[in-house]
C-alpha cells in the first residue's frame, strides 16, 4: 500500500490553488494538511478567506483548516505551490529548507537552470533526484512539450513556430477587468513569449528553436495553440496524425491520466467544446495538415487550469510519492 504524505499548498486562495485542493480532495495517499497564501496571518479559516470559484462541494473539506502566512512552515512531506512570480522563489527555498519537497508552478524556479524542470511523460524521471525544488511548466509549454516529444521521437525536430491564444483565467485571481478584455485580444505577452520559448529550450535541450508569439483572448477557460514545425524527415499528414493518437504521454503512477485526442472535422479541437474532456485531462489536437513553410501544422487546445497546471503539480507529487516508497 502507498504510504500517505502529506501536502502544503502555497497559494491556496488563488484560483490555480482551488483548482489544485479540488484534484487532491479524497486522494488516497496525498492528504492537504496546511494551506498558504500571501493574504493569510495564521488566524484565518479558509472558509471565510477564499474567494470561491468553485461549486461549494469541491472546497468543502478545507473550509476549516487555517490559512497561514507563505513563510510558515509546516513540516509537510510535500509543498505545492503556485504562488504569484515575483517573491515566489524566496518562500519556496524557506519551505524546501524546512525538508519539504517543493514542487512549484511559479515562473522563478521555472527559469532557473539549478531547478529541474519536470513535465510529466517527457522527464518525469528527474523526480527520483535528491533536488529539494522542482518545477512544472508554464501552461502553454506542458500543453506542447507532450505532442513535440511525440513526434520530436518519431521524426525529429528542426524548428516550431507556434502561436498562443490564451485563456482570461490564465491571469488568475483577480485577473483582468471586463474592460481589458471584453471585444478585444491582448496582444504581444513578453513574459508568456519568454516562460515558452525558455522552457521548451529547457526541455528539449536546444534541439531546435522555438519562435513563439502569445495573445490574452476573452474566453473563460482553455488555451489554443497554432503549431507550425519543421521536421528531419517528411511524414505524410496521416502519419503525424497517427504517431500523436498511439503516444501515451502520461506515466502510470498518476491517478488521472493526460490523454491526447486527435479530432477530425471541421472547426476541431475547440475551445467550448474539448477543454473539459477526461476532467480536463485532455489535449484535443486537429487540423493536421502540411505546411507551405515547413514540413506540418496543427492546433491543440487544453484546459489550463487542469492539464496544463494543476494537473501536472499532481502527477509530479505522485510520481515522486511513489519513487520514494
Not at 1 to 24: D, E, N, P
Amino acid at each position: 500500500m502507498q504510504k500517505r504524505r502529506t501536502v502544503a499548498i502555497l497559494g491556496a486562495c488563488r484560483l490555480m490553488g482551488q483548482h489544485l485542493l479540488r484534484r487532491l480532495d479524497r486522494h488516497p495517499y496525498l492528504k492537504v494538511t496546511a494551506l498558504h497564501d500571501h493574504a493569510g496571518d495564521g488566524l484565518g479559516r479558509y472558509g471565510d478567506r477564499v474567494d470561491r470559484q468553485l461549486p461549494q462541494q469541491y472546497l468543502k473539506a478545507y473550509e476549516s483548516l487555517h490559512v497561514h502566512p507563505e513563510t510558515v512552515t509546516a513540516g509537510t512531506d510535500l509543498t505545492l505551490s503556485v504562488l504569484p512570480d515575483e517573491g515566489s522563489a524566496e518562500i519556496e527555498r524557506i519551505h524546501a529548507q524546512s525538508g519539504s519537497i517543493v514542487i512549484t508552478h511559479a515562473e522563478e524556479h521555472r527559469l532557473a537552470s539549478r531547478v529541474p524542470l519536470v513535465a510529466p511523460g517527457k522527464n518525469h524521471d528527474v523526480l527520483a533526484s535528491d533536488a529539494g525544488v522542482f518545477a512544472t511548466p508554464n501552461c502553454t509549454t506542458m500543453m506542447l512539450a507532450l505532442p513535440l516529444h511525440a513526434l520530436h521521437e518519431a521524426f525529429g525536430i528542426e524548428a516550431a513556430v507556434v502561436t498562443t491564444m490564451q485563456s482570461v483565467t490564465g491571469s488568475d485571481l483577480p485577473g483582468l477587468h471586463w474592460s481589458q478584455i471584453f471585444d478585444t485580444a491582448i496582444c504581444n505577452l513578453a513574459g508568456e513569449v519568454r516562460a515558452l520559448e525558455g522552457e521548451l529550450q529547457r526541455l528539449f535541450a536546444g534541439h531546435f528553436p522555438v519562435s513563439a508569439m502569445c495573445a490574452r483572448v476573452p474566453v473563460s477557460v482553455g488555451h489554443a495553440i497554432t503549431v507550425s514545425l519543421k521536421l528531419s524527415s517528411a511524414p505524410n499528414p496521416a502519419k503525424v496524425s497517427d504517431c500523436l493518437a498511439a503516444f501515451a504521454p502520461c506515466p502510470q503512477q498518476a491517478s488521472t491520466p493526460t490523454s491526447i485526442a486527435v479530432l477530425a472535422g471541421q472547426n476541431r479541437p475547440s475551445q467550448t467544446k474539448d477543454v473539459h474532456t477526461n476532467d480536463g485531462m485532455a489535449l484535443s489536437i486537429g487540423g493536421i495538415g502540411p505546411c507551405p513553410v515547413n514540413t506540418v501544422r496543427f492546433y491543440i487546445v487544453g484546459n489550463n487550469l487542469e492539464a496544463a497546471t494543476t494537473g501536472a503539480l499532481v502527477q509530479c507529487a505522485e510520481i515522486w510519492a511513489q519513487s520514494e516508497s
